[in-house]
């Protein structure tokens, strides 16, 4: 451990002195007077950012609440991501600096570019505050989106059927119950007749889930609500001092689940009776593509017994499940809701216009509906936030889906 911690001091010195270079030049070139109070100012910055990341690592109950860790923790990551890139720009420079000066084959000296650093600063500047602007502005912005989604084989007396469909609580990850509760709110105002949640309960530990027990058993909808587990629920993330502690919390967060009243599926179906019509929903286990991620799900043996001929809605938790096995293998799934990427919490949404996440490069279907000929996916933006506190222009979503009855 004591390694780590000196490696990592000496990586952050070194990334420290590298960005410094490049704002005492911006700095001096743009005003010329003042660079000691700039200095103290980032030097201060600095060994407070240091102090705490050691404090984190080599201290367990530091005098901080857990807001106030999170926050804090947040924020110097952003101070130190900024560094790194500003000490990226910097050894750019210095690279075009040493190809010009070989090609040049003089003696004069090569300088740094400010217009090129001045920019790079700028956008790197406002990266960070796009960052800390998203941890107090949009934790708690939760988004209702509603969509109408034809599905195949549904009956007339089932056309407007109202599903409710959220994912990723991360429930570690709050830091308030009170807006939390506005979520809960807004759920049972769309009055829905059927509840989903596609997974990750939790971040680590069921135990970060007690708090909200009783709040989410307030959700209401006319037929019941469905669940599946995501990756994070399983404590696959968490050192357990024993495979038996591992065992328990699971158990844990499915009696959590039960007193919620949510019928957990875990690679099984049931067969709904709506309005003198059926519908099957169907849940899996966390099934991924990815080999980053589990593969516990059968969708085989959830659908075993059910009639193809009656209209399906899974839950899975990746969506990358749907392309890899739902829509070459299972036709008779019509909607598939899934989550697990939260958007990334960060990107680009204007309706109509632009729709764009880092997540985007590693996962095809991201946020939002897709659809292959009749089968239909929607992946969901997230509840709740992993990691990072906050969202930059993926706000959290709540989903409201009305069925529309098709010819097959």
Known sequence: MYLRSLFLVCLLFAIDLYAWQAFQFLYTTQFGFGLDWFAAAYVILSLLCLTFLLGQSLVRNLPFTRKARAYLSAFFFIAVLVKVLVAALALLD?????????????????????????????????????????????????????????????????????????????????????????????????????????????????????????????????????????????????????????????????????????????????????????????????????????????????????RDEVPTILISHDPSHWLYEVVPKFKQVGLTLSGHTHGFQFGIEISGLIKWSPVKYVYKQWAGLYQEKDQYLYVNRGLGMLGYPGRVGILPEITFIELESQKR
């Open 94 to 306: 210095d690279l075009r600096r040493l190809i010009v000066q070989l090609f040049a084959g003089s003696g004069e000296v090569v300088h740094r570019s400010f217009v090129f650093l001045a920019v790079g600063v700028a956008i790197v500047l406002a990266l960070g505050s796009l960052l800390i602007w998203g941890m107090v502005r949009n934790p708690y912005r939760y988004k209702v989106r509603k969509i109408k989604v034809p599905l195949a084989g549904l009956s007339p007396e089932l056309h407007g059927l109202k599903l409710v469909h959220i994912s990723d609580i991360h429930a570690g990850t709050f830091l308030e119950n009170a807006p939390v509760q506005k979520a809960i709110e807004l759920i049972n105002a769309l009055e829905p007749d059927l509840l989903f949640f596609s997974g990750d309960l939790v971040n680590r530990k069921s135990s970060e889930f007690a708090p909200f027990v009783d709040m989410f058993a307030r959700l209401r909808s006319t037929y019941g609500a469905f669940s599946v587990l995501g990756n994070h629920d399983y404590g696959d993330y968490y050192s357990w001092s024993s495979q038996k502690a591992k065992v328990e919390n699971l158990q844990e967060l499915m009696n959590y689940q039960a007193q919620m009243g949510w019928q957990l599926l875990r690679n099984e179906h049931r067969v709904m009776e709506i309005r003198g019509a059926q519908l099957v929903i169907a849940g899996v286990e966390n099934f991924s593509a990815s080999g980053r991620f589990p593969k516990y799900g059968d969708l085989e043996k959830a659908l075993r017994g059910a």
